[in-house]
């Protein structure tokens, strides 16, 4: 694979990839069947001991398509720290990811993979689980989990371009 051209952008920490992955509140992936490209955002949950991200979406449509024919998806998870008025300058951190998509079947890890995207994207969990972890409904949520393989990160944490 060909490296970042601006080195000074690239993010050489795993922990510091690991972490946006945590941080952010959804992911964008890409896909493709027939030479044709598809791309979708979802909300997730990064899994750091498994690393791994889950998903929840629906039993059928075009996504379920494409991933039954080809697993590999890539992505990128983006904490956007604001454009930079009057310099044409903008501050980001990015995790860009290849991995392949597999659906969730085991009932423990549904469960497991709910508590994790709880945990990132709401602001009282256990309110939430309890709430919502009802045995039919995890026994009935689609649950994807794309298993990483590969990972870069870059960042621009200060306006380099001056006027």
């Given at each position: 694979m060909k490296g970042l051209r601006r080195k000074e952008k690239a993010?050489?920490?795993e922990d510091e990839m690991k972490h946006i992955l945590q941080s952010t509140k959804y992911v964008t992936i890409s896909m493709c069947k027939d030479?044709?490209?598809?791309?979708?955002?979802?909300?997730?949950g990064y899994d750091s001991e498994n690393h791994c991200i889950y998903f929840h979406c629906a039993q059928e449509g075009k996504k379920i398509d494409i991933l039954q024919e080809n697993k590999t998806v890539w992505g990128q998870a983006l904490m956007d720290h604001g454009y930079t008025d009057g310099k044409c300058d903008?501050?980001?951190a990015t995790t860009q990811f290849r991995g392949e998509v597999n659906f969730v079947e085991d009932f423990d890890e549904k469960?497991?993979?709910l508590t994790v995207m709880v945990k990132q994207l709401?602001?009282?969990?256990?309110l939430v689980m309890e709430e919502q972890f009802k045995e039919d409904s995890i026994q009935k949520v689609n649950i994807g989990r794309i298993d990483i393989n590969?990972?870069?990160?870059?960042?621009?944490?200060?306006?380099?371009?001056t006027l």
């Open positions: 993010i050489e920490s030479n044709e490209a598809y791309l979708v955002t979802l909300s997730h903008h501050l980001y469960k497991h993979a709401e602001s009282n969990p256990p590969y990972m870069s990160g870059k960042r621009a944490k200060e306006v380099i371009i």
